[in-house]
């Protein structure tokens, strides 16, 4: 019975120290995992402040492109009203030659 204590005391040792490597391991990878975290949250920074800088892009450019298309809208109207304008004027020029010519006695 003496030797089966001393096998159990021997495998009681060997599972201390197997115990004791595990805790060290435990330790180690606890410590990885911390840099891991901190590795992730620095390049989830990186990756926030480049899609915020994108996003800034598309903004200035939709804004300018926004504004392109106001300048393009109001060419046009004021070329709309222009044109009323020279249609009246040329209606006017019209009607002043008739009287013109009807006051010379000109009816050609």
Known sequence: ????????VAGQGGLVAKQADLVAKQASMGADLT????DMMARMDRLQ??????RDDISINYGT?????RAN???RTELRALSEV???LARQIRRL????????GDDS
């Open 1 to 8: 019975m003496v030797a089966g204590q001393a096998d159990v």
């Open 35 to 38: 840099r891991l975290r901190v």
């Open 49 to 54: 402040y480049s899609l915020t800088a994108i």
């Open 65 to 69: 492109a926004e504004a392109a298309q």
């Open 73 to 75: 809208d109001n060419t």
């Open 86 to 88: 020279a249609s009246s």
């Open 97 to 104: 030659d008739t009287e013109v010519r009807i006051l010379k």
